[in-house]
């Protein structure tokens, strides 16, 4: 089907219905349920007609996951205490500690601080179950012995990542702009979608060790955008939109990666478009590792984001009849990028 022309003035654009995500499931609150029935004894316990229907109300769904209490300050009291760092020796600040009584019930729960430390209330003397989870990371489970103190110390705990796919190895990585593609879709008329790409970009990935404290730099020639039609593609050029003659860069800087779950992960930073910069996360999705036939390494990811253009100063948004804009308000960004491990691209 033909996408409609614009009329006299009018610009013949683009757009996709916004996909509104679901709510996500909480990583803390999906691995501590992994945790406990990791605990084979605890699971196999008779329960009360009470447990089983506290049970039965902890998996219907949830309009909002519980908020995972802050660890105790060192300066206080505490109860069971440990830390937690990766296989090789970073601290995991998104680590929670749950901590269950001999009959399997949960009586302390806490989150790491930023230096991987855990701490809870002091705890009455007796065996616990002691039960360290966090997103992208195998569980841990240990004995702790709560003395007359109230107090149990269980030490430096590793936890080794989830087994999956190869992770890049830590240095510089290129951007190759032959074999990667940044797409902008958006709505048009209020019914029809149509899709743009930017055909001129640059980057580089500092994959950091540990591998959240990468960083990603990515540099777009904004006149370079093509939607397949010259008309619109000079509307889109203008101050109306992109004005590619005062902002012919735009730029993104990502500082803050952190893995959802599996291969999935999401990256924080900073979008300059149109003159204005504005924090942007992308919901990251790492699609593996390897040689490529001109002896170097490469990796691929698939990246996505939803824009609203206001908040970028692109109001161009003549209304073609009541509630419906003749341009979506909102862009859906997406990217698929590879990258070449070293400092510049091999000559293909």
Partial sequence: MSTPQSGPGGS???DKPVITPGPAATPSGAASTASLASVPEQASAPQS???QASAAKADAPQTA????PPSVPADEATGVTAIVQTSDGWPVPGAVLTVTDANGQQVARVGAEVDGRLATKPLPQGNYTAIITAAGFD??????????????VLGMITLPRVAGTELPPAGTWTIDPMHSTIYVTARHLGFATVRGRFGEFSGKIEVGNPIEQSRVTALIEAASIDTGNKMRDDHMRS????????HPVIQYVGTNLT????EKWRLDGRLTLNGTTRPVALDLTYLGVGPDPWGGTRAAFHAVTDLKRDDFAMNYNP????GVAAVGTTLRVELDIEAVLGDGLPAV
């Fill in 49 to 51: 007609a009470t447990a």
């Fill in 259 to 262: 893995q959802v779950g599996g």
């Fill in 139 to 152: 569980p841990a489970a240990r004995t702790a012995l709560v003395t007359g103190s109230g107090s149990a």
């Fill in 12 to 14: 013949d654009w683009f």
């Fill in 65 to 68: 996951a519980p908020q995972v």
């Fill in 319 to 322: 209304m073609i009849r009541v």
């Fill in 239 to 246: 101050a109306d939109f992109l004005g590619v003659d005062v």
